[in-house]
Nanobody
Framework: QVQLVESGGGLVQAGGSLRLSCAASGRTFSSYAMGWFRQAPGKERAFVAAIGWIAASTYYADSVKGRFTVSRDNAKNTVYLQMNSLKPEDTAIYYC?????????????????WGQGTQVTVSS
């Protein structure tokens, strides 16, 4: 059974930064793509960023491109989301997820395992 545990959320002022971490259990972490999604109050869960099994392969939603950076450390079974220049509209619960394959996608139904989420609140 794969478990994903997010951490690093919190309250930050607009323009600030946060770094989210997602620690995964299991010995095959490096073989799978990982994604970050977020869900704001009253909205559907939305894709944020993803990284393939090859760490150089990344993809971002237009809304976060240039501000967020996804990375992974396969030795630590951990994926990160560095969030800079945060805006109030970034406020949401952030979830990490493990894809069914080594290649990422933006579709949530292609991710097999999900963390419990971590709250990010950006004040204006």
């Amino acid at each position: 059974q794969v478990q994903l545990v997010e951490s690093g959320g919190g309250l930050v002022q607009a323009g600030g930064s946060l770094r989210l971490s997602c620690a995964a259990s299991g010995r095959t972490f490096s073989s799978y793509a990982m994604g970050w999604f977020r869900q704001a109050p009253g909205k559907e869960r939305a894709f944020v960023a993803a990284i393939g099994w090859i760490a150089a392969s990344t993809y971002y939603a237009d809304s976060v491109k240039g501000r967020f950076t996804v990375s992974r450390d396969n030795a630590k079974n951990t994926v990160y989301l560095q969030m800079n220049s945060l805006k109030p509209e970034d406020t949401a619960i952030y979830y990490c997820a493990r894809h069914r394959s080594a290649y990422y996608s933006t579709k949530s139904n292609e991710y097999a395992y999900w963390g419990q989420g971590t709250q990010v609140t950006v004040s204006s």
